[in-house]
């Protein structure tokens, strides 16, 4: 029902900027929960930010706050992940994900637990020290 395609990734500098995106095509709705993950090998998959489509409302890892913003365009049909004051450890194989939910359920993952149905290939980027 959704499909996700993810674009941007490359190597970048420590302390530079990088804009990550992804395409999504299919049932996105208001009711839809959308997010970015990332992955670095030998670490454990990490939930980044996560936005609520009807809400437009957010939530970012601690790791990420207030360095890094999600956006959509277009009713989720497009998802930014704009990463700025990149460090060595954002490195990682990032994944933008969806799911239909409640926005309760979408933006407080320290409570809920809350699976993601759809996934994309994942975009890898890369911070260079």
């Known amino acids: 029902q959704v499909q996700l395609v993810e674009s941007g990734g490359g190597s970048v500098q420590a302390g530079g900027s990088l804009r990550i995106s992804c395409a999504a095509s299919?049932?996105?709705?208001?009711?839809?929960?959308m997010g970015w993950f990332r992955q670095a090998p030998g670490k454990e998959r990490e939930g980044v930010a996560r936005?609520?489509?009807?809400?437009?409302?957010?939530y970012y890892a601690d790791s990420v706050k207030g360095r890094f913003t999600i956006s959509q365009v277009n009713a989720g049909s497009t998802l930014y992940l704009q990463m700025n004051s990149l460090k060595p450890e954002d490195t990682a194989m990032y994944y933008c994900?969806?799911?239909?939910?409640?926005?309760?359920?979408?933006?407080?993952?320290?409570?809920?637990?809350?699976?993601?149905?759809?996934w994309g290939q994942g975009t890898q980027v890369t911070v260079i020290s």
């Open positions: 936005l609520y489509i009807g809400a437009d409302s957010t």
């Open positions: 994900a969806a799911e239909y939910s409640s926005e309760g359920y979408c933006l407080d993952p320290l409570k809920y637990r809350f699976e993601f149905k759809y």
């Open positions: 299919g049932n996105i709705r208001g009711s839809s929960c």
